[in-house]
């Protein structure tokens, strides 16, 4: 028996699968999926999953799952942006899968689909996208600013707002023609005025963004 083979587990003689028992993973389920660092997109794509299950080259990332707080942001930046896009585009939501190259697959909290560009929409996912929202969780800051700042700039997605509970700002990147990498146009708080170049008419403070009624005054609880 492998030593990573719990003691009181049996194993099928026939494919060496363990024989899971009573408190044990279920062995023989988790057989039928790939190891990590060995998924490929059309075996990540085939499983009806939860949303916050992330692609990348092989290997599944587990998102966090999301407080009430980063839903109200969520849900606030999505009615605006579907506002102000109106009939031009498509706006949706985390949990939507965007490629943002062969083997990656993300999931942006918002996200935006010119009609002009409707030809990269699938039912099954996005190839890019227009402009993508993160709303930074505090569990790899790092995956937001800097991981998906690079993937997003190589996927050719024009705009990218990072938005930041933990100081209340708000940081603009913009991808302009014939760049491979964003150039940050600023990072706002307060009731600075953080002006899309994509969409002139969106425009946000930081503090509308944050300070909303929905807000629970004591987020701890």
């Not at 060995?38 to 990540?44: F, N, Q, S």
């Not at 499983?47 to 942001?73: K, M, R, S, W």
């Not at 009731?191 to 987020?219: G, H, N, V, Y």
Request: charged content about 25%.
């Amino acid at each position: 028996m492998s030593a990573d083979i719990p003691r009181h587990s049996g194993v099928s003689e026939l494919a060496g699968t363990p024989i899971s028992q009573t408190g044990d993973p279920v062995w023989e389920l988790a057989s039928l999926f790939p190891h990590q660092g060995e998924w490929t997109e059309e075996a990540y794509l085939a499983v009806a999953c939860q949303p916050g299950i992330e692609l990348a080259d092989g290997v599944l990332e587990f998102l966090p799952v999301p407080t009430e707080f980063h839903q109200i942001l969520v849900a606030y930046l999505y009615d605006v942006i579907r506002t102000v896009v109106g009939q031009r585009g498509l706006v949706l939501f985390s949990g939507l899968r965007v490629q943002v190259r062969p083997g990656k697959i993300r999931e942006p909290d918002v996200v935006l689909m010119l009609h002009e560009n409707r030809a990269k929409r699938t039912n099954r996912f996005w190839r890019g996208a227009d402009l993508a929202i993160e709303v930074v969780s505090e569990d790899d800051p790092q995956r937001d600013y800097e991981s998906k700042r690079a993937e997003y700039a190589a996927a050719g997605i024009r705009e990218y707002w990072i938005v930041d509970p933990r100081d209340e700002s708000v940081t603009l990147l913009v991808l302009e023609d014939g760049q491979s990498s964003y150039i940050e146009a600023g990072r706002f708080q307060g009731d600075q005025l953080c002006q899309s170049r994509l969409l002139a008419e969106l425009s946000l403070t930081p503090q509308a963004i944050f300070d909303r009624p929905e807000r629970l005054t004591d987020e701890a609880n």
